[in-house]
Nanobody, 123 residues
């Protein structure tokens, strides 16, 4: 099991920033494409961003480009999601995922998932 663990969520004011982390103890972390999804109350889970194994390729949801930045530190077995200029509509549970295939991460069919971290944006 990849056992992905997200952290960094919480209550944030609109206009602020947050950096989410997703870590694993798995030493083969660098072999996986990793990504982020989010699920707002009453809505389906949606793709946010993905990053390749060595970080040279990223993809973002078209509607979220500009305020979201995905990065990773393979030495720390951690992937990050920086969100700036937070809006109340960014309120959601944020999940990280991982898979050997880039398109599986983007499509949401990745093999490994974390339990999620709640981000609540107050207006």
């Amino acid at each position: 099991q990849a056992q992905l663990v997200e952290s960094g969520g919480g209550l944030v004011q609109a206009g602020g920033s947050v950096r989410l982390s997703c870590s694993t103890a798995r030493r083969t972390f660098s072999a996986y494409v990793t990504g982020w999804f989010r699920q707002a109350p009453g809505k389906e889970r949606e793709f946010v961003a993905a990053i390749s194994q060595n970080g040279d390729r990223t993809r973002y949801a078209d509607s979220l480009k500009g305020r979201f930045t995905i990065s990773r530190d393979n030495d720390k077995n951690t992937v990050y999601l920086q969100i700036t200029s937070l809006k109340p509509e960014d309120t959601a549970v944020y999940y990280c995922n991982a898979d050997g295939a880039f398109e599986a991460v983007v499509a949401g069919t990745a093999y490994f998932w974390g339990q999620g971290t709640q981000v609540t944006v107050s207006s």
